[in-house]
């Protein structure tokens, strides 16, 4: 597609439920990142992909929070046992290479009741 | 730590207006250093990336300066429009990837 597409756009969900967040990179983008973003913050790194691998998993909070990309291309972030601090909007970008310009897509918004 | 500061806050300018966003940082080692421009409900846009080496960059009506020696980079912007209301995020990039630690970012209020 021309650009990053995230979905689902909003997501309103319940405490203790398990999540997924969607996102399609750009065509040919081998490098995949997911950030977390807060009320009047910037964005905070959550994790790395480049190709299929996770190179860097260093910001995922904890284990409830997983990322897989089985052929390179779309990811998809797995929250389990939400808790009400994983509201947030989930960012996800891409890039041709892993020092190439970013790519971000609308953004994920998680609202955890 | 790695760490960028941004000042000030929030900023409210009226239509016309230049203005100037400042951004400190102690990321190490540094790669580059970028602007990003968001606005309310979407994705951060690049306005510049400028590496260690440049001084300064434009993209129409926005400059970024850089100073590697202090540590310090600007984003002016000038001429201001309604449409330049938004977030602008300060990233510095360093290590051997992309990981890149973000600014609390500069919220610009354009008022007519």
């Known amino acids: 597609g021309a650009g990053v597409s995230q979905t689902p756009s909003n997501k309103v969900t319940e405490k203790g439920k398990y999540v997924e967040l969607r996102c399609d990179p750009i065509s040919g983008h081998t490098a995949l990142y997911w950030y977390r973003q807060s009320l009047g913050q910037g964005p905070e790194f959550l994790i790395y992909?480049?190709?299929?691998?996770?190179?860097?998993d260093s910001g995922l909070p904890n284990d409830r929070f997983f990322a897989v990309r089985p052929e390179g291309s779309v990811s998809t972030l797995k929250i389990q046992r939400t808790e009400r601090g994983d509201s947030a909007v989930y960012l996800c970008a891409s890039s041709l290479s892993s020092t190439g310009e970013l790519f971000f897509g609308e953004g994920s918004r998680l609202t955890v009741l | 730590k790695n760490q960028v500061e941004q000042s000030p806050q929030s900023l409210i300018i009226l239509e016309g207006k230049n203005c100037t966003l400042q951004c400190n940082y102690t990321v190490s080692p540094f790669s580059n250093l970028r602007w990003y421009k968001q606005d309310t409900g979407r994705g951060p846009v690049s306005l510049t990336i400028m590496t260690f080496s440049e001084n300064t960059k434009s993209n129409g009506r926005y400059t970024a300066t850089l100073d590697a020696d202090t540590k310090q980079s600007s984003l002016h912007i000038t001429a201001s429009q309604l449409s330049d209301s938004a977030s602008y995020i300060c990233?510095?990039?360093?290590?051997?990837?992309?990981?890149?630690?973000f600014g609390a970012g500069t919220r610009l209020a354009v008022h007519p």
């Open positions: 990233v510095v990039s360093g290590g051997g990837y992309n990981k890149l630690i």
């Open positions: 992909f480049q190709g299929t691998g996770a190179a860097d």
